[in-house]
């Protein structure tokens, strides 16, 4: 199960021996997604690594590059280094959203962790939902800030820059919600929980929510969601350097509980 990742010089001297050589670790992901036409890549096909230039040409000089790695297919796209303008990414990206997951089957190839958690101080705690994707790898920023490009996406977006688990961050843009299904009354009862977007992103993921969780979400009628980029696999530590390195995106989400017990008065 060797496969071989195309990288052309000057894409190889962007991305760093480092990151190289983590991209061809036992670490990670075995599939991924090509970024052009959405199709998942098998651990055994090659893959055509790319870094992608999102040029604002509105933007003010020396603000606004931002610059991620994407994987591909190497018939879609060999390995170069592409320039695009916003509005070029959003056409792309809206091309190559992938086919819909036929019922099930999304569970087991989830491209996702997602966590169904608390945050906050003991008086005040509010429920989080943290989701990690396993897509983008971050390239270095002109300035040396680390980026990718969902963090980026997000955040022009209208999202927030997550700071803190002490507090919440403020309402993610309208049009958002957040659905969670399940068939036991338990506070920790599994269930499946959809993120919808205002441009037809759509998360679905099977999820054990964490005990208080769910009374928490119902007592508030929203959920914090939280986005970023493989910050989950390393546990807490994980967690904590993401938000440190200001990676992480964040927002208040309305949530709508469709399942037994939700009832029954919030015991806190
Ligand atoms: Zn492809």
């Given amino acids: 199960m060797t496969r071989t990742i195309h990288t052309a010089p000057e894409v190889a001297e ?3 021996t480092e990151q190289l050589a983590r991209m061809r670790g036992p670490d990670r992901p075995a ?3 090509c970024w052009k036409c959405g199709v998942r890549i098998d651990a055994a096909e090659d893959v055509a690594v790319s870094v992608l230039r999102v040029v604002d040409p509105a933007a003010k000089p020396g603000v606004g590059t931002v610059s991620a790695a994407v994987q591909t297919h ?3 796209l060999p390995s ?4 695009v303008t916003p509005a070029q ?3 792309i990206q ?4 992938p086919p819909a997951d036929e019922g099930q089957d999304h569970d087991d190839e989830a491209d996702l962790d997602l966590l169904a958690t608390i945050a906050g101080s003991a008086e005040r705690p509010y429920p989080l939902l943290l989701l990690s994707y396993r897509s983008d790898v971050t390239v270095e920023r002109p300035a040396g800030d680390r980026v990718d490009l969902l963090t980026s996406t997000y ?5 927030h820059p997550v700071t803190t688990l002490a507090e919440p961050p403020g309402p993610a843009p309208a049009g958002h919600r957040v659905l969670f299904h399940h068939e036991l009354p338990d506070h920790d009862a599994p269930g499946v929980l959809a993120v919808i977007g205002s441009h037809g992103v759509d998360t679905t993921a099977a999820v054990t929510p964490q005990e208080l969780w769910r009374p928490l979400a119902r007592a508030y009628g929203w959920t914090v969601v939280v986005h970023g980029t493989n910050y989950l696999a390393d546990g807490p530590e994980g967690l904590e350097r ?3 390195s200001g990676l992480l995106v964040g927002g208040r989400v309305p949530v709508d509980l469709d399942g037994p017990g939700n009832d029954e008065a919030v015991r806190r």
């Fill in 80 to 83: 170069l280094v592409l320039e």
């Fill in 242 to 244: 993401a938000v440190r």
């Fill in 14 to 16: 962007l991305l760093g």
């Fill in 94 to 97: 809206a091309a190559a959203r």
């Fill in 74 to 76: 190497p018939a879609c």
């Fill in 155 to 159: 955040l022009s977006a209208g999202w």
């Fill in 31 to 33: 599939r991924v997604q």
């Fill in 89 to 91: 990414l959003a056409r």
